[in-house]
């Protein structure tokens, strides 16, 4: 049973950094494009970056560009995603889903399975 | 970037009611549309991927259709277990834009 579990959230005040994580378990996750999608408190769904199944290809929301740097270490089964200089707007639970393709040449095929996310809270 | 214009954004029904929800992409993303719920207090979850292509272990009562920019995801007699919020979304482009969101309630 495939399975995602994140971690890494927490308070933190606006300018700092975090690394999120994510383990993988139950699929071959180098085979998985892995995305990274967050929803803030009581909106809806915001994608956010999206990593190909090698680590070569990687694609950002205009909203993150430059902040945001997602990665992935397929001897870990694992997926981070990198903030910096935090914002109050960033504020929200951060999910870890996979793709059910490789991600590769920017074709993508849906987000299959998902964690339960983590949560960021970015105050002064 | 697309947009991706989800409509209605709430909408109350009776158990037992067709639902229609509707997707319009502002530009052409052939079939790579997703349907997701996501149940209040819980994670998000693919429903149909394709446009049209159930997941395995989700009711036959979910169907979905379209292509091109314009998409509809049915619910063929709603169950109480349907309640929730529903979101389409574009995969054909970067960035992966999400619709807006459907709050499916009971009258």
């Known amino acids: 049973q495939a399975q995602l579990e994140e971690s890494g959230g927490g308070a933190v005040q606006p300018g700092t950094s975090l690394r999120l994580s994510c383990v993988a378990s139950?699929?071959?996750?180098?085979?998985?494009?892995m995305h990274w999608v967050r929803q803030a408190p009581g909106k809806g769904l915001e994608w956010v970056a999206v990593v190909s199944h090698d680590g070569t290809e990687k694609y950002y929301a205009d909203s993150v560009q430059g902040r945001f740097s997602v990665f992935r270490d397929n001897s870990r089964n694992s997926l981070y995603l990198q903030i910096n200089s935090l914002r109050p707007e960033d504020t929200a639970v951060f999910y870890c889903?996979?793709?059910?393709?490789?991600?590769?040449?920017?074709?993508?095929?849906?987000?299959?399975?998902w964690g339960q996310g983590t949560t960021v809270f970015v105050s002064s | 970037d697309i947009q991706m214009a989800q409509s209605p954004s709430s909408l109350s029904a009776s158990l037992g009611d067709r639902v229609t929800i509707t997707c319009r992409a502002s530009?052409?993303?052939?079939?790579?549309l997703g349907w997701y719920q996501q149940k209040p207090g819980e994670v998000p979850k693919l429903l149909i991927s394709?446009?049209?292509n159930l997941q395995s272990g989700v009711p036959s009562r979910f169907s979905g259709s379209g292509s091109g920019t314009e998409f509809t995801l049915t619910i063929s007699g709603l169950r109480p277990e349907d309640i929730g919020t529903y979101f389409c979304q574009n995969y054909r482009l970067v960035p992966l834009t999400f619709g807006r969101g459907t709050k499916v309630e009971l009258k």
């Open positions: 530009q052409d993303i052939r079939n790579y």
């Open positions: 889903a996979k793709d059910r393709g490789a991600g590769l040449t920017g074709y993508f095929y849906g987000l299959d399975v």
């Open positions: 394709a446009a049209g």
């Open positions: 139950g699929f071959t996750f180098s085979d998985s494009g």
